[in-house]
């Protein structure tokens, strides 16, 4: 018999070692920031990183179940709404806003997903496109509710002391440490391993005892309950919220993100997202070069790296090794 | 002997093909049946319409006397019976232990909330799991290839570990669709072999091929199909010696003689 920890395949924890130290490493670094750097931009930033993080983790999960939403953003605009209006229609704490924000998007993802999580490559691409659209004309059209085109304005913080540009940077990296840490177990778990199985070969799994569609619908559900989350972390930090943030275009972005980074684990999508939003402040005042040098590196990534930057840096280190070791 | 499974008038429609039509059988438990058959007589198709892969236009399926019509095919894994393919039967980018892990899914799955939390009862249902796959891995001479990717090893032993991971979730009935098909003798043998080794623990089996040598020295009965329906069945001595099996294999005259 083998020993588990021998064998990284018999580990249930298979994030567990290494990777979960270098996590920590990185997550009390992130934590230090602000004590070291009080600019405001920069801890805005930070959180606009972290918001923008859990949402590419939570894509990238039901990525990892062989399907590519085109309609992410629709869902996370779904839960930043849901938030927004229980606290300010409703008064209750923000608390129950993100309560809200996880359980509408996810309801929502249940009652679509038997359907949508039945078609398969470029249809469910497709309709996730076309349902991302209808929620945006939701958005515009039901003025009663959603304030129409302009959208929702004065939304107030989470709680007084979140008008602090730090303690909303240690608000958002406590829910992105929680939720893609939720995600990473849950990868690194039985389901994990499940829905690996049922990405690689569906007819295989599913003759293997694996129930895939309920699997899907609830992978499903739970990525656009914890976009919704990201949602309301946006939508109480930026103040507004509009269709516009929600639209095609950022769910479009969302799957850049993930292609980017890579799509194979979900250190991908967090260095996406990383790569996304720190870039274009590199070049800032170059608006036209930013889109052209995006677009070269979305290119490069796609042709020559299917394992998006991920891969790169892993080659990186297996030359640095080698290098080392010889 | 009460039958194990048992098959009745199912049809399956693919538009205005009939692909099985009217076809009835038990298996008893303990037994290897054959299925053989021209390509396109159904075989794959009956198998898919027993495992769930496809429902049945129409008919009834039972196992252990209960109806398990139309059922999915996870449903009928957690029932025992499991089902391999004739083509892709591995995952290929995974090692041989890990392909054998995803086989004993329902056998491991301990619950959603219980391996999210690495409880106590989810270790010891994995644990319980590496033993089921290793035991397998050896029983069946992978276990040096064990950490190797499986798409790295020679065909044989892929179509092995195709048996394993079925194996894995511990069937009452394992059917194989063309578990020869494409290898040379030496390991059309070993398989051979392997599938009565597999009868020797108890577990029923349902064996697909076209090769009627290879049949007769592995199955206690032969199923023959023709053009979705059943044309016979019987020992593979009846069988060879049916007129009618003869007739469809090698022409009228043939037949004609046979009845003499
Ligand atoms: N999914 C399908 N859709 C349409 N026709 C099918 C499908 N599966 C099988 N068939 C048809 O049904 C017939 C029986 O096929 P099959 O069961 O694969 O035969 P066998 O396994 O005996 O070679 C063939 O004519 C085949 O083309
Ligand atoms: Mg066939």
Redesign the interface.
């Known amino acids: ?2 020993d ?1 920890s021998l ?1 990284p ?2 580990l ?2 298979r994030a567990g070692g290494r990777p979960l130290a270098i996590a920590a490493a990185v997550v009390a670094v992130l934590a230090l920031v602000p004590l070291v750097i009080a600019d405001k931009f920069i801890l805005s930033l930070g959180s606009t990183v972290f918001i923008t993080a859990i949402a590419a983790a939570s894509l990238h999960l039901i990525i990892r179940t062989g399907h590519i939403s085109l309609g992410h953003a629709a869902f996370m605009g779904i839960g930043a709404y849901a938030s927004v209006l229980t606290v300010m229609e409703l008064g209750l704490p923000f608390a129950a806003g993100v309560l809200a924000a996880f359980v509408a998007p996810c309801l929502l993802a249940l009652a679509i997903g038997p359907l949508v999580l039945r078609l398969t490559g470029k249809y469910f691409v497709l309709v996730t496109f076309l349902f991302g659209e209808i929620v945006r004309m939701v958005f515009v059209e039901w003025k009663s509710v959603t304030g129409g085109a302009n959208g929702i304005f004065g939304i107030p913080a989470p709680a007084p002391v979140f008008n602090d540009p730090a303690a909303y940077y240690y608000l958002s990296l406590g829910a992105g440490v929680l939720l893609v840490g939720f995600i990473a ?2 990868l690194a ?3 994990g ?2 829905i690996d ?1 049922v990405r ?2 569906e ?10 569609l309920r699997l899907k619908v ?1 992978i499903f559900a739970l990525g656009c309950g914890i976009v919704g989350i990201a949602g309301a972390l946006q939508g109480h930090f930026i103040r507004y919220v509009d269709p516009t943030s929600y639209s095609v275009v950022q769910s479009l972005n969302l799957v850049v993100v993930n292609v980017i980074g890579g799509m194979q684990t979900l250190v991908g999508p967090l260095v996406g997202t990383l790569f996304y939003l720190i870039l274009p402040e590199m070049l800032r005042g170059y608006v036209e070069l930013q889109r052209i040098i995006f677009g070269i590196i979305l290119i490069i990534v796609m042709a020559f790296l299917p394992g998006g930057l991920v891969e790169l840096g892993g080659r990186a280190l297996q030359l640095v090794r080698r290098r080392a070791g010889s | 002997m009460t039958a194990l499974l048992s098959v009745t008038s199912l049809h399956r429609q693919f538009g205005g093909l009939t692909a099985v039509r009217d076809l009835s059988f038990d298996v008893a438990e303990g037994e290897i049946l054959g299925v053989i058959g021209p390509n396109g007589a159904g075989k794959t198709t009956a198998i898919n319409l027993v ?1 769930g ?1 496809i429902p049945p236009t129409s008919g009834r399926v039972e196992f252990r006397g209960e109806d398990v019509t139309g059922l ?4 009928l ?2 029932r025992g019976i ?2 391999t ?1 004739q083509s ?4 290929g ?3 041989v ?2 392909n054998g ?3 004993a ?2 056998g ?3 619950g ?1 909330f219980a ?2 939390f ?1 409880t106590a009862h ?2 010891r249902m ?2 319980e799991a ?2 089921v796959v ?1 035991e397998l891995l050896d029983w069946l001479g992978l276990t040096e290839v064990a950490e190797d990717k499986a798409g790295s090893l020679p065909y044989g032993h892929q179509k092995t570990l195709g048996m394993i ?2 194996l ?2 511990r069937p009452r009935l394992i059917m194989l669709d063309e578990p020869v098909a494409g290898l040379g003798g030496g390991d059309a043998d070993h398989v051979r072999d392997t599938i009565k080794r597999v009868r020797g623990r108890g577990i029923t089996v349902i064996v697909i091929d076209h090769n009627m040598r290879f049949m007769s020295g592995l199955c206690d009965r032969v199923l023959v199909m023709h053009q979705g329906a059943r044309l016979a069945v019987g020992t593979p001595q009846q069988v060879l010696a049916d007129p009618a099996v003869i007739e469809a294999y090698l022409g009228k005259r043939h037949a004609a003689l046979a009845g003499h």
Do not use: N, Q
């Open positions: 018999m083998t588990a064998s395949l018999a249930a924890p177990r849950l778990s039985e389901v391993r499940a199985a690689e070969s007819r295989l799994a599913h003759c293997s005892g694996i129930p895939v609830t | 495992s892969v999915p095919p996870h449903r894994v957690g499991v089902r393919f892709t039967t591995v995952y980018d995974r090692t232990r890990e892990m995803r086989g899914y329902l491991l799955y301990p959603f391996t999210l690495d989810a270790r994995r644990a590496t033993a290793d991971i079925a894995a979730s």
